[in-house]
């Protein structure tokens, strides 16, 4: 059973950043979902166990980051230049299966986080 412990979330004005913070029992290929009101749950961005391997979505590229402590084995999310869009529950997420981001990516995690709230004000 892997443990997983999110904070960060919160609320911010447009522009503004937050960074959430994932905490796992163990070191694992690791990323973030987030889901808003009325949508599917979707990926925002994945780190590989070594942390070699990151892929982030286009919609949150070039303002979103993700990386890892190892020795922490918890991964964080960065996030700058928030937008009203982006107000959703996030959530961490843990593939034990591979080492890659490629299930990841697809939408495929083993373990979820409890999810944290978001909100961006505009």
């Known amino acids: 059973q892997v443990q997983l412990v999110e904070s960060g979330g919160g609320l911010v004005q447009t522009g503004g950043s937050l960074r959430l913070s994932c905490a796992a029992s163990?070191?694992?290929?690791m990323g973030w979902f987030r889901q808003a009101p009325g949508k599917e749950r979707e990926f925002v961005a994945g780190i590989s166990y070594s942390g070699g391997t990151i892929n982030v979505a286009d919609s949150v590229k070039g303002r979103f980051t993700i990386s890892r402590d190892n020795a922490k084995n918890t991964v964080y999310l960065q996030m700058n230049s928030l937008k009203p869009e982006d107000t959703a529950v996030y959530y961490c997420?843990?593939?034990?299966?591979?080492?890659?981001?490629?299930?990841?990516?697809?939408?495929?995690?083993?373990?979820w986080g409890q999810g944290t709230q978001v909100t961006v004000s505009s």
């Open positions: 997420a843990v593939d034990r299966k591979t080492y890659g981001t490629s299930r990841l990516i697809r939408g495929e995690s083993d373990y």
């Open positions: 163990g070191r694992y290929a």
